[in-house]
């Protein structure tokens, strides 16, 4: 089965050599940052977390937001989604894929990893993150590897492969809720100290993961003989307004508690994100925009989505889902960790400025997750076209 992978188009190939250049360019800046070290990054003493831990935040969302098809199917008997779960499951695999490579660069030495093995630590959130991430991973690979090899054999689902796709729900949970507890957990920056981090965090995901999904399911579409159905499409649209309504009214929360509140050191960070802040006669607001159009295009999406003749077209479907891509991405990928750095706790301001390898090299693991997702999306577009058959 998996030998489909071997065969394809042009156009095929050319997207992997393409994704293959953007892997050499990312590997070669990261040789360069293993000798000289992470000071080749825009990260500081002041932003020790930058574009690495950013994608790594947003990316465990997108894996996470798999579940939203598997609940539906498996709890529920929503059989709509039994062709498409299979897609949801490698997109989880890439996801977390990619954010395991973002911890890896954001270590500096990679070998200091083998200390997580080495000296376990129960007590620290790091330690669970590292089983939550990793096990979410197996759990994937393994349901949705053998779901799609019943279905090329044409032979039923195992129950002991069901069993562990049970499992990937509270799993699923468990990964950002584990991730919400690493910002939550430190009292010393105000911006993260807050009840609501990981139902934050899950309501962006359960609006990322679908959305991007729904995306994907439509260049499945359009490149192969397989259709999801538009039953399933509409469906998975319903569930990404639902949960994107749901993580802006959490913003909207977090909001209200900080100025409402008027305590100066949950405003701080607020500010700079979406009003910037003045300091010595300089404004300081380069993630103003971005903060401000990923609030935008956020009520874009979920306007789109909310009226039934817009979502039913596939061009406002795209749009709007490729807008709630973006407000997720900006919100978590960029203003929730910078955003929680800046000011420091002495309040000054010290910017964060990605330079030319940090970024090269964060390209190079989001083409290497594009790179897994292609070759498993070639493989279960070809098991479904042979069911077609």
């Known amino acids: 089965m998996i030998e489909k992978a ?15 250049v953007l892997i050499a360019l990312g590997g070669a800046c990261y040789l360069y940052q293993l000798k000289h070290g992470l ?11 930058g574009v690495y831990i950013a994608q790594f935040t ?8 798999a579940v939203m098809l598997v609940i539906p199917e498996l709890l529920h008997r929503y059989h709509t989604y039994e062709k498409v779960v299979v897609f949801g499951e490698f997109l989880a695999i890439a996801a977390v894929t990619m954010c395991l490579l973002f911890i890896v660069v954001d270590i500096g030495q990679p070998a200091r990893l083998f200390n997580v093995l080495l000296h376990p630590t129960p007590n620290s959130i790091l330690f669970w993150d590292m089983i939550v991430l990793n096990g979410y991973l197996l759990i994937n690979i393994i349901v949705g590897y053998n779901t799609l090899l019943s279905n090329y054999k044409r032979v039923p689902v195992p129950k002991w492969v069901k ?3 049970y499992v990937s729900i509270p799993w699923a949970f468990s990964i950002h809720t584990v991730t919400a507890f690493l910002y939550c957990g430190l009292p010393g920056r105000h911006s993260w100290l807050t ?36 039953r399933a499409l509409q469906s998975i649209a319903k569930t990404v307004c639902y949960a994107m309504i749901a993580n802006l009214f959490f913003v909207a929360l977090e ?33 103003v925009p971005w903060m401000r159009s990923a609030m935008l295009l956020g009520l874009v999406g979920i306007g789109i989505l909310l009226i039934p003749p817009l979502r039913r077209q596939t061009k406002f479907l795209v749009i709007a889902c490729a807008a709630i891509v973006y407000s997720t991405w900006a919100d978590k ?22 330079t030319f390898p940090e970024i090269s090299i964060a390209i190079g693991i989001w083409a290497v997750g594009a790179f897994i997702l292609t070759v498993l999306y070639k493989v279960a577009i070809a098991v479904r076209e042979q069911e077609l058959s």
């Open 255 to 287: 909001l209200f508690t900080a100025f409402y509140s008027n305590i100066p050191g949950h405003m701080h960070g607020l500010k700079y994100l979406f009003w910037g802040l003045k300091e010595h006669g300089h404004l300081y607001d380069q993630l």
């Open 58 to 65: 947003y990316l465990v969302g997108v894996a996470a937001g």
């Open 333 to 354: 990928g960029v203003g929730l960790v910078i955003g929680g750095f800046v000011p420091n706790p002495f309040e000054e301001v010290m910017e964060y400025h990605p």
């Open 39 to 49: 000071g080749i990054t825009g990260m500081s003493r002041d932003v020790s977390w």
């Open 163 to 165: 069993f562990f796709a």
């Open 6 to 20: 071997l065969h394809g188009s042009s156009k095929y190939w050319a997207w992997l050599a393409f994704l293959g």
């Open 195 to 230: 009840a609501i981090m990981a139902p934050r965090f899950l309501a962006s995901a359960f609006a990322a993961g679908p959305a991007l999904l729904i995306i994907l399911l439509l260049i499945v579409r359009k490149v192969s003989k397989f259709d999801p159905g538009d």
